[in-house]
């Protein structure tokens, strides 16, 4: 889940109540924080492949690109470090934003957050779309990671406290699936407005963005606050009201006395930040640190950011590089849907590693065919029928990545978490995956430039690492009830000597406490 979320720690318990209007409302505005997510990651490489854009804003780029031959290499056409703080500023301040982002949806509850994340976004569309020169389309980028940093901390926390317990894993990948349908969109969109005359185009693209802010705003202020977050800030009795109307029944006692009783065992947990350091949570630490990385290193954001920028550097037209982004978009979002389907049954190790290899061959055929038109000059055209085999092969990477480490990427950290760790490993998550996506974002378009098609060899060798790591050091975690997780850390080749025997004892604590969460 993009932003992290609760894993159902109530495996196997049935609560009264079911699907209410207010759930699905709930849903809805979850649905549109993932597409608002989507959107901003797809959108700045459509209107940044828009000479009329880029010729307003980036004038030196513009004049690069141009360049008929000579001069520049193909390769170093859109190099500029301005360009690429257009893209990736976004993601530095959704990365400062979130530490703000989590107190205050601890301590003002969810709602509020969703509230500062939609108005922010709303700004941030407005001032993008009305931009006059390059600092206000900068600071418009900023006002969207500040939502971005709101959203995605509350949101799919807010989702799944809302939904019945039966719902939250679906929940858990559905966000992912919005993402995918938001980049989509913001691709489809792209599509649409190129063909625009005038400053109109582009204008539209980064405006658009404003309906479904509109939308997370207005959530944000009537829809109510979850229960356990009114229980956790003392408010019992509006919490309980509250879960008698979501779960459309008013007989909700055991669930409202599990709740009250996980909010006091939460609280009684000592500083989360702390225990994660600790030996026996190693394996835990290393997880989150390296599965949102390796999730970025896997290069995808270079097609996500910059597709149709990269499909003009291949030789293609304005068009054909905005037609073969809503290609890639559509096989990100039907690969997604397969990896919802099949990740319960085949398990999570499965996809990690076949996506990885899919992923991996993929990237050194695309290096092997744009160095073998292109060599380290730039200078050469692909055929038609090689310009297409390497969208078919950019679309296989997608989908390669799509139902493995997209997903798997925010599922597999939300749910290896025991209750103790649990918020500073989703902090740890979120916090690590945007300083990857921002590095990227920033140096994609200088790196293509140095490395040439080398680069796509240098993302290979992290999917190398990553797809290894996998098979050596993560151990399957499908179906396994949160309680029980430890027991799969201890039983491991690798990871079971960080976990003492005398741990186990805290362990067992845990346990209990997760069997009441
Ligand atoms: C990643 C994003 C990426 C998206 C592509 C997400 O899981 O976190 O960085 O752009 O997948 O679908």
Redesign the pocket.
């Given at each position: 889940m993009?932003g992290g979320g609760f894993v159902d720690s109530s495996a196997g318990r049935q609560y009264n109540g079911g699907v209410t209007l207010f759930v699905i409302l709930t849903c809805m505005v979850g649905a549109t924080g993932g597409l608002i997510f989507?959107y901003d990651?797809g959108i700045s490489g459509g209107v940044t492949s828009m000479d009329i854009f880029l010729k307003r804003f980036f004038p030196s780029v513009y004049r690069k690109a141009s360049t008929k031959a000579g001069l520049e290499s193909p390769y170093c056409k859109f190099d500029s470090h301005l360009l690429q703080f257009f893209t990736s500023s976004l993601y530095l301040a959704a990365l400062v934003a979130s530490f703000f982002a989590a107190i205050i949806t601890k301590k003002f509850g969810r709602k509020m957050s969703m509230f500062i994340g939609g108005l922010t976004f709303l700004i941030g569309s407005i001032l993008n779309g009305f931009a006059q020169n390059v600092i206000m389309l900068i600071i418009g980028r900023v006002f969207l990671g500040i939502g971005v940093g709101f959203c995605n901390q509350s949101v799919p926390v807010y989702l799944s406290e809302m939904a019945p317990a039966n719902l939250r894993g679906a929940l858990n990948m559905g966000f992912?699936m919005a993402?995918?349908i938001g980049?989509l969109a913001a691709n489809l969109i792209n599509y649409g407005t190129a063909k625009m005359n005038g400053h109109l185009g582009w204008r539209l693209s980064l405006g658009l963005a404003a309906i479904p802010a509109t939308m997370v705003t207005i959530g944000g202020l009537i829809l109510p606050d979850s229960p356990n977050s009114l229980i956790d800030r003392g408010q019992r009795d509006e919490a309980k009201r509250i879960l008698q109307k979501i779960r459309g029944t008013e007989d909700v006692g055991e669930e409202f006395q599990d709740l009250v009783e996980a909010s006091e065992t939460s609280k009684s947990v000592d500083n989360p930040w702390k225990n994660i350091m600790e030996r026996k949570n190693r394996p835990q630490l290393i997880m989150a640190i390296l599965i949102p990385s390796f999730?970025?290193l896997t290069g995808?954001?270079v097609i996500?950011f910059y597709a149709p920028v990269l499909f003009k550097t291949l030789g293609f037209g304005n068009e054909a590089s905005l037609m073969s982004a809503v290609i890639t978009g559509g096989v990100?979002v039907v690969a997604?849907i397969v990896s919802i389907l099949t990740v319960d049954k085949a398990g999570r190790r499965v996809l990690f590693l076949e996506g990885g290899i899919q992923m991996l061959i993929c990237q050194v055929l695309i290096a092997y065919f744009i160095g073998k038109t292109y060599g380290t000059t730039g200078e050469g055209a692909f055929s038609t029928g090689a310009a297409n085999f390497v969208l078919f092969l950019i679309c296989a990477y997608v989908a390669g990545?799509?139902w493995s480490?997209?997903?798997l990427?925010?599922l597999v950290p939300s749910e290896i978490f025991p209750l103790e760790t649990r918020p500073a490993g989703q902090a740890m998550t979120v916090m690590f995956?945007m300083i990857f996506?921002f590095v990227i974002g920033q140096c994609f378009l200088s790196m293509l430039c140095v490395m040439k098609f080398g680069l796509f060899i240098f993302f290979s060798g992290f999917v190398i690492i990553m797809t290894l790591f996998v098979y050596f050091f993560l151990p399957e975690t499908k179906g396994v009830p949160i309680e029980e997780m430890y027991a799969i850390w201890k039983a491991h080749w690798f990871w079971g000597k960080f976990i003492p025997d005398e741990a186990l004892g805290s362990y067992a604590t845990n346990i209990q406490i997760s069997e009441k969460a």
């Open positions: 993009a989507g990651i992912q993402t995918t980049i999730q970025q995808i954001n996500m990100n997604t990545f799509a480490w997209g997903p990427g925010w995956n996506t």
